[in-house]
């Protein structure tokens, strides 16, 4: 019998061909995988309008890891350059929000990133206060609503090194200890609202100063006549010294304004803001 050549696929048996194909499968899944993490890198960065390294790390360490959007409404103002990174002026307008439970500012790349923490209540979701930046780095503002979703805004300021870890010009020759705790304020009527600009004088030392403790205000409460609360805010030393707030209410409250804070070392402070025209 003559013998008859086959062509030299027909050679390969079934179980040959399904590993050929596995073999090409495994070749492309694996090159899907080697591009995996730098889509990922990709996707987060695209994420941040800012395209901060550090934002992942604001989420699970300032944030607690809860749920956070990037939204327009969260507006925050403040030099695109400043020149004194210890005294940087911030706005914050969460109000096109609605009712916002909570209030957060931050900067992504300060040794301490948060600078403070504000509980409206019966105030609008709007602030102003200078805080200090360390350098060029995003601020940012989050505004936590009902649904428990932190709505995120931010802008990115250029400023030069050691906002945070330089003593003030003002920190040895302000005589603290006739000034310490000081307020001076004021309330009027603008429009429907009243509108709040409140200082109190502290050092607001940062603990990264050679030789100079962490010093701080820690609270600020403010309340009606009748002492119901109107906002309370929680004070981290990134503020900068003597930091001068202006707040909104939404409705006038009646009477005078009682302000209380406290300090890292256990000092109280008591104070009024009349309504002025």
Same mark, same amino acid.
């Given at each position: 019998?003559?013998?008859?050549?086959?062509?030299?696929?027909?050679?390969?048996?079934?179980?040959?061909?399904?590993?050929?194909?596995?073999?090409?499968?495994?070749?492309?899944?694996?090159?899907?995988?080697?591009?995996?993490?730098?889509?990922?890198?990709?996707?987060?960065?695209?994420?941040?309008?800012?395209?901060?390294?550090?934002?992942?790390?604001?989420?699970?360490?300032?944030?607690?890891?809860?749920?956070?959007?990037?939204?327009?409404?969260?507006?925050?103002?403040?030099?695109?350059?400043?020149?004194?990174?210890?005294?940087?002026?911030?706005?914050?307008?969460?109000?096109?929000?609605?009712?916002?439970?909570?209030? =957060?500012?931050? $900067?992504?790349?300060? !040794? &301490?990133?948060?600078?403070?923490?504000?509980? %409206? @209540?019966?105030?609008? +979701?709007? /602030?102003?206060?200078?805080?200090?930046?360390?350098?060029?780095?995003?601020?940012?503002?989050?505004?936590?609503?009902?649904?428990?979703?932190?709505?995120?805004?931010?802008?990115?300021?250029?400023?030069?090194?050691?906002?945070?870890?330089?003593?003030?010009?003002?920190?040895?020759?302000?005589?603290?200890?006739?000034?310490?705790?000081?307020?001076?304020?004021?309330?009027?009527?603008?429009?429907?609202?009243?509108?709040?600009?409140?200082?109190?004088?502290?050092?607001?030392?940062?603990?990264?100063?050679?030789?100079?403790?962490?010093?701080?205000?820690?609270?600020?409460? =403010?309340?009606? $006549?009748?002492?119901? !609360? &109107?906002?309370?805010?929680?004070?981290?030393? %990134? @503020?900068?010294?003597? +930091?001068? /707030?202006?707040?909104?209410?939404?409705?006038?409250?009646?009477?005078?304004?009682?302000?209380?804070?406290?300090?890292?070392?256990?000092?109280?402070?008591?104070?009024?803001?009349?309504?002025?025209?």
């Amino acid at each position: 019998m003559t013998p008859r050549t086959l062509p030299a696929a027909a050679w390969r048996s079934p179980d040959a061909r399904q590993t050929a194909a596995n073999v090409g499968r495994n070749a492309m899944l694996l090159a899907l995988l080697c591009l995996l993490p730098q889509a990922a890198r990709a996707a987060d960065q695209a994420a941040d309008p800012l395209h901060s390294v550090m934002w992942e790390v604001m989420q699970r360490t300032v944030l607690q890891g809860q749920p956070a959007v990037f939204d327009d409404r969260v507006k925050v103002s403040l030099p695109r350059q400043v020149e004194d990174g210890q005294r940087v002026p911030v706005s914050v307008d969460a109000s096109a929000l609605g009712q916002v439970d909570e209030l =957060l500012l931050f $900067a992504d790349y300060n !040794p &301490l990133p948060l600078a403070l923490r504000m509980r %409206p @209540l019966r105030l609008q +979701p709007v /602030f102003a206060v200078a805080m200090r930046v360390n350098q060029a780095t995003p601020v940012r503002a989050a505004a936590r609503t009902a649904d428990g979703v932190w709505h995120v805004g931010g802008q990115l300021v250029d400023a030069p090194g050691g906002g945070c870890a330089l003593p003030t010009a003002t920190r040895n020759s302000t005589d603290w200890g006739t000034l310490l705790g000081r307020l001076y304020g004021r309330v009027w009527q603008q429009d429907a609202r009243q509108r709040i600009r409140l200082r109190i004088m502290h050092p607001m030392d940062t603990g990264l100063v050679g030789n100079t403790p962490r010093f701080h205000l820690d609270t600020l409460r =403010l309340s009606d $006549a009748a002492g119901q !609360p &109107l906002a309370e805010l929680a004070l981290q030393p %990134p @503020l900068a010294e003597n +930091p001068l /707030f202006t707040l909104q209410l939404a409705s006038p409250a009646p009477g005078p304004l009682q302000v209380s804070a406290s300090d890292s070392d256990g000092n109280f402070y008591h104070g009024r803001l009349q309504e002025q025209p």
